[in-house]
């Protein structure tokens, strides 16, 4: 009788811990769900300004009145595009030869 006792007392028992680590967790999330929310606005924000930007980046779109527009048979400028994956290698090599 003592040991079904001791057996039901330890399986009350776990269940309390985890109902108590069920509910710390989630007291932590809300404690924190302004941080997480803001996160998520980030990645959807970065995700919404980078698809239109790669789409005029394709067409090689001007960025402003001062922005020159790329020789298309330049291939200088493609090959350090390549090289260096960013945008701002058009521009070096655009300005440097200019």
Do not use: K
Request: positive net charge; aromatic residues 8%; charged residues 15%.
């Amino acid at each position: 009788m003592t040991s079904n006792t001791n057996s039901q007392n330890l399986q009350a028992f776990r269940w309390v811990l985890i109902a108590a680590g069920v509910a710390i967790t989630f007291a932590t999330l809300w404690a924190i769900r302004s941080i997480l929310l803001l996160t998520l606005a980030s990645v959807v924000l970065v995700v919404l300004v980078t698809m239109p930007v790669r789409f005029l980046a394709r067409y090689n779109v001007r960025r402003g009145p001062g922005d020159r527009a790329l020789p298309d048979g330049d291939d200088r400028c493609r090959a350090a595009a390549r090289t260096c994956h960013a945008a701002g290698a058009y521009r070096a090599v655009q300005y440097a030869d200019h």
